[in-house]
C-alpha cells in the first residue's frame, strides 16, 4: 500500500484562523484530511474545541481573538513549539457588519471593529507568520476577502471595505514576501449560509426562518444547477495552498459561479417586470 497517495499537504502545518466554523473548518478538514497537521485558532472557545474533537487528532484548539496582537503572536509561537514548522497561514476570521447601509446612518465605532478584525486582524496574522516563514525562506499566506470587496453595492460599506483592504494586503504583502518564497494569496467568495450570514440575515428579515434564509442565500447565485458552499472554498484554498499551486502569488481567487464577471441582463429585466 502506497501510505500517503496523493495527500496534497502530506508533513505540512497550517494555522487557520475562525476555523470554528463555516469556511474555516471547512478548509482544516480539506487540509486534514490531505495529511496536514491543523492549529484552530477562534475566539469561540467551546465551538473550537467541538470542532477539534470531530475533526480528530491532527486537529489542535487555541483560543484567539485576531484583534489581539499578542493573541496572534502567541498561536504562531505555539504552533512553532508543537510542530517545529509552520507552512500554511490561512487568515480566514471575519465579521459582518450590522450598521445602517447609508453613509449618513454610518456607525464609525462599528466601521473600527470591523477593520480591527477583518483587516488589522489579517495584517497581524501576515506579519507574525512572516517572522517565522522568513528564516525559513517558504510558505503559503491566504487570506478570505470575498465579492464584496470587487464590486460595490453587495454588502454594507464598512464590511465590502474592510474586504477590498484584503485584496490590497494581498498584493502589497505578496511584493515584499516573494524575495523569501512566500507566496501570500486571497479567495473571495461568493454568499455561503454560514453562521454569520445566517445572523446577518435574522436581522434584516426578522420572522423568516433558517430554512428560508439559507434558501434566499442559495438564490442570489447565477450559476445554474449548483450553489456556493463552504467546501468550494476548502478545495481553493487546498490549492492555494499546495504546491499546485507553487508560482500562484498576489491572487485574489473568485469563487463567485461568475457573479461579478458579468451584468446579468436577462435577470435584470426578470426583475424590473416584476416591479
Ligand atoms: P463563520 O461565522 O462560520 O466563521 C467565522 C469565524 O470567525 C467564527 O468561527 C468566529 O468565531 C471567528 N471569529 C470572529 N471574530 C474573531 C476574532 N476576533 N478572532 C478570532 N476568530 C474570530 O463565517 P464564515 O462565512 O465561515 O466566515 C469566514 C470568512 O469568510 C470571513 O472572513 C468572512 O468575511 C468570509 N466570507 C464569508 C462569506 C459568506 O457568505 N459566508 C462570503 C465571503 C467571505
Known sequence: MVVGFGLRLEGKVALITGAASGIGKAAASKFISNGAKVVIADIQHELGQNTVKELGPNA?????DVTKESDISNVIDFTMSKHNQLDIMYNNAGVPCNTLPSIVDLDLEMFDRIMDINVRGVMAGIKHASRVMIPRRAGSILCTASVTGLMGGLAQHAYSVSKSAVIGIVRSLA???C????????ISPFAIPTAFVIEDMRRLFPGVDDKQIVEMVHGLGVLEGTIC??????NAALYLASDDAKYVSGHNLVIDGGFTSFKN????IQ???RT
Not at 489542535?60 to 484567539?64: E, Q
Not at 524575495?179 to 486571497?186: A, H, P
Not at 458552499?229 to 476548502?234: F, Q, T
Open 265 to 268: 441582463l436577462e435577470l435584470a
Open 179 to 186: 524575495k523569501y518564497g512566500i507566496r501570500v494569496n486571497c
Open 60 to 64: 489542535i484548539f487555541i483560543a484567539c
Open 271 to 273: 426583475n424590473q417586470a
Open 229 to 234: 458552499e463552504a467546501n468550494d472554498i476548502a
Open 175 to 177: 511584493a515584499e514576501l
